[in-house]
């Protein structure tokens, strides 16, 4: 194991959720960390919840703003040195029939949940390429491996996430960059209470939980790599 203290790290979603937490969690082990989302006043509180000391730069704005997406590793990189870490966190839930679900919102949610992290990822590899233990975290879904009723847009989206993470992974892995994706379950946060009104936190996966599986992929840096987790709920059977 290599110590994170003192590298840097780029976290969309950072505004709530699984990013938030992640975002905490990585602050814990000493990582800068560049907080992305587009309300700045959740960032805000994302900030003010890091550990005391912590090193961190909000970065508020639109994730289908092309620009912005290609300018978010720069501001980071030059306000921390170098950029070491990214995590693709933000999304977007759908839960609605195939049939009824309009081209406009199926544009909309593949160019939030595939189009911006490929974007992000393809500004961020210059920088990453200067890193001694660059890593890309991608979180997923269980939806990236599965399909379930009334998730055909959204499962699209994180399939997409997928693919294009396991061929970056083969592609950059000889130049030292390792890319991992985490597929979690029914996580309860706010985007799955309004995709999946009927669950209810009982028994769920807590973002606090993706947050530490995550941290751990990123201090166990040996020769031991993880390509991909999957997790699910305690209540669902194993394996399925």
């Known amino acids: 194991m290599k110590e994170l203290n003192g590298r840097t790290a780029l976290i969309t979603g950072a505004s709530g959720g699984i990013g938030s937490c992640i975002a905490r969690r990585l602050a814990q082990s000493g990582v800068r960390v560049a907080l992305c989302g587009r309300d700045a006043e959740k960032l805000q509180n994302t900030q003010d ?61 593949m160019a939030l949940n595939a189009r911006a992290p490929y974007l992000l990822m393809q500004s961020s590899l210059p920088y990453l390429r200067q890193s001694d233990r660059a890593e890309i975290v991608n979180i997923t879904s269980v939806c990236a491996q599965k399909g379930y009723p009334l998730q055909s847009a959204y499962a699209a989206s994180k399939h997409a ?80």
């Not at 978010?72 to 839960?95: K, Y």
């Open 49 to 109: 919840a890091l550990p005391e000391g912590a090193e961190s730069l909000l970065l508020s704005g639109d994730l289908l703003d092309d620009a912005f997406l290609k300018d978010c590793p720069a501001r980071t990189a030059e306000r921390f040195g170098g950029l070491d870490i990214l995590v693709n966190c933000a999304g977007m839930a759908l839960s609605q029939p195939f049939a009824e679900t309009p081209i406009s919102l199926y544009d909309r949610i």
């Open 161 to 240: 996430l997928a693919g294009m993470s396991k061929s970056l992974a083969a592609e950059v892995y000889p130049i030292g960059i390792r890319v991992h994706l985490v597929s979690p379950g029914g996580v309860f946060t706010d985007m799955v209470r309004i995709a999946r009104p009927d669950l209810t936190p009982e028994g769920m996966i807590l973002p606090e939980d993706v947050a530490e599986i995550t941290a751990f992929l990123l201090e166990h840096r040996t020769n031991a790599v993880v390509d991909q987790v999957e997790v699910h709920r305690a209540g669902k059977e194993p394996f399925l």
